[in-house]
């Protein structure tokens, strides 16, 4: 079974600063996308950014980007000008490319973000 | 374009009784999906729906059941609740068609068992 791992369950920034945060996975697949996504206050679970696993190239979304490590099975998460409204939970996630569990979401426990003024 | 809807918000229960919790998905998404987020768990697969058959299902009791209607909509039910099925339940709908379609949350249904 596929897990998710992110090993700082607390990270703090100042705003306008830049913050990583870490994820590792376990898998045997070859196949699979990686997702982070942002939990605020409201507890809606809003999309970040997505990586799929055949590509080489890191993903980015305006202030966020991924650094996919594939062998190393890393997927951190790059926050640059950090703002207040980034303050949430965050989950990196797994998501098999195959087979019959590729419909599920598999999360890390999350890393809770504060930015601080 | 609306989003994933979930209803009710909130709701307070008694062990022992049974909760139907729904789940409207964007239009046109065809798979719906639904976890259990605790602070000792984490959030939990439940199961996932496409086209009304059920594809995957989670580790969790046969008290936690699912169905989804023609119309995509969705609905888990729990029966003979006990506390530790305190939680919120997040309901998440996608196209279904591949396996990299995005995956959309509602704002979820908060369960209180007492």
């Known amino acids: 079974a596929q897990t998710v791992t992110q090993s700082q369950p607390e990270m703090s920034v100042q705003e306008a600063e830049t913050v990583t945060l870490s994820c590792t996975y376990d898998t045997s697949e070859s196949d699979y996308y990686l997702f982070w996504y942002k939990q605020p206050p409201s507890r809606q679970m809003i999309l970040v950014i997505r990586q799929e696993a055949y590509k080489q190239q890191n993903a980015t979304e305006n202030r966020f980007s991924v650094n996919f490590q594939k062998a190393a099975k890393s997927f951190s998460l790059k926050i640059s000008d950090s703002q207040l409204g980034d303050a949430a939970m965050y989950f990196c996630?797994?998501?098999?490319?195959?087979?019959?569990?590729?419909?599920?979401?598999?999360f890390g426990k999350g890393t809770l973000l504060t930015v601080n003024p | 374009k609306a989003g994933v809807t979930q209803t009710p918000r909130y709701l307070i229960k008694t062990r022992g009784q049974q909760v139907t919790l729904s789940c409207s998905p964007i239009?046109?998404?065809?798979?719906v999906s639904w976890y259990q987020q605790t602070p000792g768990q984490g959030l939990q697969f439940l199961f996932e729906?496409?086209?009304?058959?059920?594809?995957n299902k989670g580790n969790f009791p046969g008290r936690f059941s699912g169905r989804q209607f023609s119309n995509s909509r969705s609905e888990m039910n729990v029966s003979t609740l006990e506390l530790g099925d305190s939680a919120l339940y997040l309901c998440a709908s996608s196209l279904g068609g591949k396996t990299g379609n995005t995956i959309y949350f509602g704002e979820g249904s908060w369960l209180t068992v007492v």
């Open positions: 996630a797994y998501r098999s490319g195959s087979g019959g569990s590729n419909y599920k979401l598999t």
């Open positions: 729906y496409f086209s009304e058959t059920q594809r």
């Open positions: 239009s046109g998404h065809r798979s």
